[in-house]
């Protein structure tokens, strides 16, 4: 299963997994890794901070959505011990899929035909919160898609098997109440092999662990046309 694989089966030019109304020309690209002084100048510990930071992000880019993140290095992830280690090469700041940065409430969007594989509430501080998981079958391959920090409400009247059409709306963005304790966003990744999980799957590694996840992700940005 490769990337080409994917974006050949798709069944559209554009695919979006948040509200499609919203134009790829509205979205803008954001870095939240350690190189960025601007992380500095504000509280990384607290949920309404980072939602102040990037509403103003948004607001000077006049743009409505920010992403990005897939393989990148961060620090916010210290404010939690669900992440944090003794050892700096366990430490787990390296970023697995890709956030877009939106308000609590967006629809959030299916990229591709599937099945519900499973759901959960992740209710680790800084965790995903509401999270489903979709399978996807390319002739004899398969492959995942998670979508983390929706609201309460996108898991409550779903099923496993349900069936799942590219571009239905499957849940909205939940707040810093329920998804985690951060700024509402999508975490959306695309996982080649859940190693038997249901309803999660690691969304930042450690640097030790980073070759394999690697391998076992997908940058989601040439399949949402953000490169």
Request: net charge negative; with cysteine.
């Amino acid at each position: 299963m490769d990337l080409n694989k994917i974006l050949d089966a798709s069944n559209q030019e554009e695919i979006f997994v948040v509200d499609y109304s919203i134009s790829i020309d509205d979205y803008v690209a954001i870095d939240l890794s350690k190189q960025n002084e601007d992380l500095k100048l504000f509280d990384v510990s607290s949920s309404k901070a980072w939602e102040i930071y990037i509403n103003n992000y948004l607001k000077k880019a006049n743009k409505k959505v920010a992403y990005g993140g897939y393989l990148e290095h961060r620090n916010l992830y210290e404010r939690s011990a669900y992440f944090s280690s003794q050892t700096e090469e366990a430490q787990r700041n390296i970023h697995l899929g890709l956030d877009l940065w939106c308000p609590a409430g967006t629809d959030i969007l299916a990229a591709f035909n599937g099945v519900i594989h499973s759901f959960n509430d992740n209710t680790n501080f800084g965790d995903y919160g509401p999270t489903i998981i979709l399978e996807h079958s390319l002739g004899n391959d398969k492959f995942y898609t998670l979508y983390g920090h929706l609201s309460r409400a996108s898991i409550k009247n779903i099923k496993v098997g349900q069936s799942i059409k590219q571009g239905d709306v499957i849940a909205q963005l939940g707040d810093a109440k329920v998804n985690g304790d951060y700024a509402p966003h999508l975490h959306f990744q695309i996982i080649k092999d859940l190693q038997g999980k249901v309803g999660d799957y690691p969304g930042v590694c450690s640097a030790k662990e980073l070759e394999f996840y690697k391998q076992n992700t997908i940058d989601p940005k040439p399949i949402l046309g953000l490169v």
